[in-house]
């Protein structure tokens, strides 16, 4: 044996599985198989980056998006023909006030101090109402969403918020005690 190498049992003995090549993992066959290397496909994770933060976002405009600044996640593709699945965890606090309220949402990406929209939800994403005024709702609103940025150079994920239904308080991080996740998979996979 040399350096790297794995000793396993077959059904007659020891046997010795030669080093892989970088990158590559082991891979079992189950009961009654030898292992051996594997070289990760298409499909699977390549990079993975995730960023928390507990800032407190507040808007009552019916028009203007509030952009959350702090709550972002930082990835740079390792090839133009990467994918990133991203993940946002939101903790939502809607005030009803005796009117509607909905959290309306834009994802944006920053490449090279230009930002673009790359999802809008729609009007009436995770919608509230309280007749008698003064109640709120808290929920941690799970988002995705796939995308092909064709790029190598650094991307910022982010995004922006309103209440499209009345000046009602839409808050993330109510109290700085609740956490927005964002995570950033890295995959060749083509999601269909």
Not at 5 to 32: E, N, P, V, W
Not at 36 to 52: C, L
């Amino acid at each position: 044996t040399t350096q790297g190498d794995i000793l396993y049992r077959d059904g007659s003995g020891l046997q010795r599985l030669g080093a892989g090549t970088a990158g590559q993992l082991l891979k079992t066959g189950g009961s009654g198989a030898n292992p051996s290397w594997h070289t990760q496909t298409a499909g699977t994770f390549s990079q993975y980056k995730v960023r928390r933060n507990n800032t407190e976002y507040t808007n009552t405009s019916t028009s203007n998006y509030l952009n959350a600044t702090n709550h972002y996640v930082d990835i740079t593709p390792t090839s133009s023909s990467k994918k990133f699945m991203l993940k946002y965890y939101l903790p939502i606090k809607q005030q009803s006030g005796g009117a509607d309220t909905s959290f309306q949402y834009i994802f944006t990406k920053t490449i090279g101090g230009t930002t673009t929209e790359i999802q809008v939800s729609g009007s009436s994403e995770f919608y509230f109402y309280d007749s008698s005024g003064g109640q709120h709702r808290r929920e941690k609103a799970v988002i995705l969403h796939l995308d092909a940025p064709n790029t190598t150079s650094a991307i910022r994920y982010s995004y922006k918020f309103r209440n499209p239904h009345s000046t009602n308080d839409m808050t993330i991080c109510d109290g700085g005690t609740h956490y927005a996740i964002l995570e950033a998979f890295e995959t060749d996979e083509s999601y269909q």
